[in-house]
């Protein structure tokens, strides 16, 4: 039996890698399952999968979670510390599903222990990629992706040598909003923004993938996991989300993978690697499909997309930066305080500050150097707003 944790079981990957464990239940030994104030569904899967240990995000949510859990047999924790301990219980395999830098500490700590990151969580690989890469090498960890992009790429690299890759194209859908005209998006709500043409998943990433900020972040997750260079990575707009990545090689070569959109896809490819096991995911009619379109994203129109390419020129803790000013924009916008094209003029705004004063950019990266600048880059973009709100 392999021993496995899922960080952020609760949510639309958690739910989505529960999905696939239930089907075969004797394989798995589940240790943790964390979540934040979902606790009905965080305590019936954690009774169900017989987890050692539920952990909530919040601590008043402690009462509410040891209440459901009353004579399962399954431990109750709240807060950081516990979720840290929690992460650090030695297991073969994790699914790092947290939204936002909220998952960096807890997906260290697995590394720590030699598990293999099965990394949904891009955020941690943007705001400390050098870090994740470090530790895992240190302990003889191993990172695999999860974004259907990246599970693209790296099953289109399968014995193929990086160093004969020439680029490494990944698709996005345009989101909510790509047949809207440019004009219309300074109008776009917060509901509008939260429904996606193609995928199912959290709030936070859908609103993301409407304002491009999604694959902004993709692009330097590409960087970080692949190690290959930012003009070497190319963004196309693929409105079916069907082809999820290609990969170009020396000889002009293009390897495309190809999919429904379905996560399982990805969490299953990564849960089982590096065999290849039957999926529950729908399988392709081509015939049907007919065809698949391509177009370029249009920079006036997503301009999150051109600010991923500067902050991979700065490099060091600039995706920190960049992270926890698109966090606190995204929260702003959530709250109605920030219009859907203020989000990228506020994260615009504060690489600006960042890039013209001294803020230890280039310092060691460690966890408590990124935290910090995370901090500073969120408050910056707390004063950022001031400009925006309605
Ligand atoms: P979600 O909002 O549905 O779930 C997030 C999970 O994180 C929940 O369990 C929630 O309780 C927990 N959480 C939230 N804030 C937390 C905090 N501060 N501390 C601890 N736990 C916290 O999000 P999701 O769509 O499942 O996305 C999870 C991650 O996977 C994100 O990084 C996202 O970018 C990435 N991802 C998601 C999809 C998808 O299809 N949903 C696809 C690719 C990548
Ligand atoms: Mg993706």
């Known amino acids: 039996m392999r021993k496995i944790s899922i960080f952020g079981a609760t949510g639309s990957i958690g739910q989505n890698t529960i999905d696939l464990i239930r089907r075969a239940p004797g394989d798995y030994d589940v240790v943790a399952l964390t979540g934040g104030a979902n606790i009905a569904r965080l305590a019936q899967d954690a009774i169900a999968l017989k987890a050692d240990i539920a952990v909530t995000a919040y601590d008043d949510q402690l009462p509410a979670l040891e209440a459901a859990l009353a004579g399962s047999g399954v431990a109750a924790a709240a807060g950081q510390a516990a979720l840290a301990e929690a992460a650090a219980r030695p297991v073969d395999w994790v699914m790092s599903a947290i939204v936002g830098a909220a998952g960096l500490a807890p997906g260290l700590e697995a590394l720590k222990q030699g598990a293999t ?39 289109g690299l399968v014995g193929e040598d990086i160093s004969a890759v020439e680029r490494v194209v990944i698709t996005a859908s345009g989101g909510a909003f790509r047949d809207w005209p440019q004009e219309q998006l300074k109008t ?45 990575i190319e963004v196309v707009v693929h409105p079916e989300s069907i082809v999820h990545a290609l990969v170009g090689f020396r000889d002009g070569a293009l390897m495309a993978h190809l999919g429904a959109p379905d996560m399982r896809h990805a969490i299953g490819y990564a849960l089982h690697w590096p065999e290849r096991r039957e999926l529950p995911v729908e399988r392709l009619d081509l ?104």
């Open 117 to 155: 990151l099965a990394l949904a969580n891009k955020e941690s690989l943007v705001c400390a990629g050098a870090l994740l890469l470090e530790t895992a090498r240190r302990h003889n960890a191993r990172l695999l992706p999860v974004d259907s992009e990246h599970s693209a790429v790296f099953q």
């Open 188 to 232: 776009a709500t917060v509901a509008q923004a939260s429904s996606h043409p193609n995928w199912d998943m959290g709030q936070r990433i859908t609103i993301d993938s409407a304002s491009m900020f999604n694959k902004a972040l993709e692009v330097i997750e590409t960087r970080e996991f692949f190690g290959v260079a930012p003009e070497q």
């Open 287 to 390: 015939a049907r499909l007919a065809t698949l379109t391509f177009r370029a994203p249009d920079p006036a129109r997503y301009p999150a997309l051109q600010l991923a390419y500067d902050v991979m020129d700065r490099g060091g803790l600039m995706g920190a930066v960049f992270n926890a000013a698109k966090e606190r924009a995204l929260d702003h916008f959530i709250a109605g305080r920030i219009g859907f094209l203020d989000m990228a003029a506020v994260v615009a705004r504060v690489l600006a500050q960042f890039d013209s004063a001294d803020r230890g950019l280039d310092e060691a990266m460690t966890l408590d150097t990124v935290s910090r600048t995370d901090h500073l880059a969120r408050m910056e973009a707390d004063n950022a707003i001031l400009d925006y709100v309605r």
